[in-house]
């Protein structure tokens, strides 16, 4: 028993002591480790400072380069010392920029600078001799070496090494956002203004008095517009009979509005033998006989002494005037004072007023000249007289037509701005019943709707919740009134773009800290650009199948290449007939149909074919790539060059195999079915998919129909195949061709959906309008009865695909090009030479993304698992399904399948050694 605990004595002590030791040395780990986080972060963040404060070099143009441009570190350096050539009397910059992009320049540049390297005297020269000279020097075995064999003993038993750097763990989180983009759907509604039978305009107007008569002798009366004059004593001769009598006159006056007026003149005065005029008991003017001396002068004076009193009449309030006369015999005495005022500061109401709240329309109409005969207006309480001025009878102020508001009628119509009331009536038709036309589709007379409801209407669209987006008028008459203008409203829908925000970090809790992420913290940026990657893929593979080019020499079927466009529209319009209740709309787009999905599938069914069928027919040598990669070394010439050209060769890719020998090939005869079977089937897809019509308009057999009512292949294609236009088949660009069948569809469903009077062209725009492949260009009339619209025309350039408008939108502007005028568009497309001056990074592709994700053809996280399937793209799922052309594997195969088929006996760094060796052309070692 002692010896047991002895023993757990010794294993108590020995544990002890490696706590003690291990706990006194934990504070200087933590700190040691802290002071390496510590570096790491100021590491990190001097590292992010000089990130930041990196400047490109900039080419002045005169043989330097500025390094750290606009920065304390700003230098120059020669680019000759760069590129040592570009001292060269015969080499200029140029010379080098043309090297961009052409390999055998380049490859012949180089062997020229290498032939000059190897005997010139520079440092250059030296640095590439010695390199050369260091290439084909002996190559010792280092295996015995004493330093390779300790990194080998490190190698060969690295446990302990991994454990102390072990338990490091990554993780990484993924996030699902979406990006909202619009789709947009326009619609047009024509907005007319509502005109009534009858109104009548009623003119409102108040004068403030200027002056109240109060008390006395005296009175006043208008002398003109602006003018009034106020009199002191009576008007009259002889009046008075007296031997040198003394008679006075005094009269009171209240200034109401003392603000209005603007001159006071003593301006007349009469009498007869003496006078004297005081204002507020202060003499004013003493008449020219004087006041004293003989009373009786034997004379009646009249004299204008044109005294300014505008002191007396500068407030408001009682004003007293009076007039001394001295009188012998028979004799009279008055005076006269003439105010002048600004009326405007009077009249506090002047207001005309309509009976309805459109009743201004119908006054316009009448005098625009838009109503039936007999329509008219007339005033029926007119004050003024001949000089339209009258007196207020309120105020006794004179008030004339130009002191008024304008009356709410045109000046043709005879109307003073005096009238108190104005009557209007009149039968304005905007709708232009009983008009007719004649067309492609007949002869049509617009008529009343049954219930008088248009189908479509403004109001109808915003209940909806569309957008308004623009308003144009078209019918601008004298009146100003805008009598029809068509609206456009967006009625589209906003979808979401996936978008995946991955995080990962990474923790290593192992005895040697800071592994990793563990004391810092890095700032990873994720390329948020599939989305875009995808509207750009799908942009090339669309320019390639949408080219159009002008024949050089038609009989020699020549193109001229400096003609060629991509994306070339064609332009197309549809008519609004009459007014919003009788409105013949063939720009209305019916809802239903097949839908843009159904023709999205069509192109990029058609992408695919195009596709596979361009690369078979540049293929003149039917070779699987299993026959080149099998044996590479056996085949005369370049083996790197078989390799690449030969890896994807076009009959093993069309069938969906990793073998084809070339005796399968000539035994079956698949080289020259290949094309014709591949051709049916994607015919026999579309005929399914899209029916007769749309077929027919493709492929042709022989000359004939390819699909009977069903949509299946006639008896004549079944045995003799089919081809691409032919017979009564359009004939044309690829994309213009499926364009054209499509509408060949969509037209009878629009017949029934839209009013017979339109015309087949009208149709084919409502289809085309459907799949958001035309640009609007605005609307313009093209017949106007009685100065109104009634033939609206709505102008459009139409493309071959969404994608196709939608690049001709953004790029047109960049080359400083536009659509035209709705009269007259221009849609031409986008020339060939000119894409390399488009600066894609400006180029929005947003709205073609919205379309994929509306019609379920961009991939999102809940059906990516199905559509980026492997074997659904490239294996059994696939259009280019190989059992329908007879090859000897009984289902397609995917690339990853094939691929590994194709390399199971290649040496494939045996090859990569051989290509090296013949691109240096030093030749096997």
């Not at 603007?262 to 003493?286: C, G, M, P, W």
């Not at 008088?452 to 209407?457: A, C, H, M």
């Not at 195009?610 to 083996?639: C, K, Q």
Request: with cysteine; aromatic share 8%.
């Amino acid at each position: 028993m002692r010896q047991i605990f002895e023993l757990q004595a010794l294993i108590t002590q020995s544990l002890s002591a490696v706590l003690c030791v291990t706990l006194a040395w934990t504070p200087f780990g933590v700190s040691w480790a802290d002071a390496i986080q510590a570096a790491g972060r100021d590491g990190q963040q001097l590292g992010q400072q000089v990130l930041d404060g990196f400047a490109f070099p900039l080419d002045t143009g005169n043989g330097t380069l500025t390094l750290n441009p606009e920065t304390a570190q700003e230098s120059t350096i020669s680019i000759g010392t760069l590129f040592p050539d570009t001292d060269s009397a015969t080499t200029t910059l140029q010379d080098f920029a043309n090297l961009y992009g052409n390999n055998p320049g380049t490859i012949a540049a180089g062997l020229n600078a290498q032939t000059a390297l190897n005997g010139e005297t520079s440092f250059t020269g030296e640095a590439y001799r010695t390199l050369m000279d260091n290439a084909h020097q002996s190559h010792p075995d280092l295996q015995a070496d004493p330093l390779w064999q300790a990194g080998d003993q490190v190698f060969s038993n690295f446990t302990p090494w991994a454990q102390s750097f072990a338990d490091c763990t990554t993780t990484t989180t993924q996030t699902e956002t979406q990006q909202s983009l619009r789709v947009p759907d326009y619609q047009l509604c024509l907005r007319q203004p509502t005109v009534p039978q009858s109104c009548t305009a009623t003119h409102q107007v108040d004068v403030q008095p200027l002056i109240r008569f109060v008390s006395g002798d005296g009175g006043f009366s208008s002398c003109g517009p602006g003018c009034m004059d106020l009199y002191v004593g009576r008007v009259g001769d002889d009046y008075w009979e007296s031997d040198c009598g003394l008679f006075t006159w005094q009269v009171k006056y209240e200034v109401l509005h003392p603000e209005a007026i603007t001159s006071a003149t003593l301006e007349y005065v009469k009498y007869d033998d003496h006078t004297r005029v005081y204002y507020d008991n202060q003499l004013i003017y003493t008449g020219s006989s004087g006041w004293f001396g003989d009373c009786e002068l034997y004379t009646s004076w009249n004299e204008y002494p044109n005294t300014n009193v505008l002191y007396a009449f500068n407030s408001s309030g009682i004003k007293v005037f009076k007039e001394e006369t001295r009188v012998s015999g028979r004799g009279e005495g008055y005076s006269r004072i003439r105010l002048r005022y600004d009326l405007s500061k009077l009249i506090t109401q002047d207001e005309w007023s309509w009976s309805g709240p459109n009743c201004q329309n119908l006054a316009n109409a009448i005098t625009d000249g838009i109503c039936q005969a007999g329509s008219q207006l007339s005033c029926s309480n007119d004050p003024a007289n001949a000089s339209d001025c009258y007196v207020d009878p309120t105020s006794q102020v004179m008030v004339c037509g130009s002191d008024l508001a304008q009356a709410p009628v045109a000046s043709s119509s005879g109307i003073s701005n005096t009238c108190m009331s104005i009557q209007a009536a009149g039968n304005c038709d905007l709708n232009q019943y009983g008009q007719c036309w004649t067309d492609t589709a007949g002869t049509h007379c617009l008529e009343p709707p049954a219930n008088g409801i248009p189908n479509k209407s403004c109001a109808s669209l915003e209940t909806q919740g569309c957008s308004f987006i623009k308003s144009q008028c078209t019918s601008v008459l004298a009146s100003g009134t805008c009598w029809d203008s068509v609206d456009t409203y967006d009625c589209g829908q906003t979808v979401g773009i996936p978008e995946i925000q991955s995080h990962t970090q990474q923790q290593c809790a192992g005895p040697i800290r800071c592994m990793g992420e563990d004391c810092i913290s890095v700032n990873r940026t994720q390329s948020q650009d599939f989305s875009k990657a995808v509207a750009l893929l799908n942009s090339a593979q669309q320019m390639a199948m949408d080219l159009h080019c002008d024949y050089a020499n038609a009989d020699l079927q020549q193109k001229d290449p400096t003609t060629c466009q991509v994306f070339q529209g064609k332009p197309a319009s549809c008519k609004m007939v009459g007014g919003a209740l009788s409105l013949v709309d063939c720009c209305e787009t019916p809802a239903g149909a097949m839908g843009l999905g159904r023709y999205i599938d069509l192109l990029l069914a058609t992408s695919q074919m195009d596709s596979a069928v361009m690369t078979m027919d540049s293929t003149s040598i039917v070779r699987g790539a299993w026959e080149t990669m099998r044996t590479p070394f056996t085949l005369a010439g370049d083996a790197w060059n078989s390799f690449q050209v030969d890896f994807a060769s076009t009959v093993n890719d069309l069938v969906g195999t990793d073998m084809l020998s070339t005796s399968d090939i000539a035994s079956q005869g698949l080289l020259d079915s290949l094309k014709g079977e591949l051709m049916k089937s994607v015919a026999e897809w579309i005929g399914q998919t899209f029916g007769e019509a749309a077929g027919n308009a493709l492929f042709s057999a022989g000359g004939q129909a390819a699909f009977d009512s069903a949509g299946n292949l006639t008896p004549a294609a079944q045995s003799g195949g089919v081809e691409l236009g032919g017979g009564a088949a359009v004939a044309g660009e690829l994309l213009s061709t499926l364009m054209t069948a499509y509408t060949v569809v969509m037209i009878i469903i629009m017949i029934i959906q839209i009013v017979y009077s339109c015309e087949e062209p009208e149709y084919e725009l409502a289809a085309k309008k459907q799949i958001k492949v035309c640009t609007d260009l605005g609307t313009y009339c093209e017949s106007k009865v009685a100065g109104v619209c009634w033939v609206r025309k709505e102008s459009y350039c139409c493309y071959n695909s969404p994608l196709a408008r939608i690049l001709n939108e953004q790029i047109k502007p960049q080359l400083g090009m536009d659509f035209g005028t709705p009269e007259s568009p221009s849609c031409t497309g986008i020339k060939v030479a000119d894409l390399d001056r488009v600066d894609w990074t400006q180029v929005n592709l947003d709205e073609w993304l919205a379309i994929l994700a509306q019609t379920g053809h961009l991939p999102t996280a809940a059906n990516a698992a199905s559509m980026l399937n492997l074997d659904q793209l490239t294996g059994t799922g696939s259009r280019l399904n190989p059992q329908k052309y007879g090859a000897t594997s009984s289902s397609r195969q995917d690339t990853l399948t094939r691929t590994q088929g194709r390399m199971t006996d290649l040496d494939v760094p045996t090859v990569k050694r051989q290509s090296e060796l013949e691109g240096w052309g030093m030749g096997p070692q």
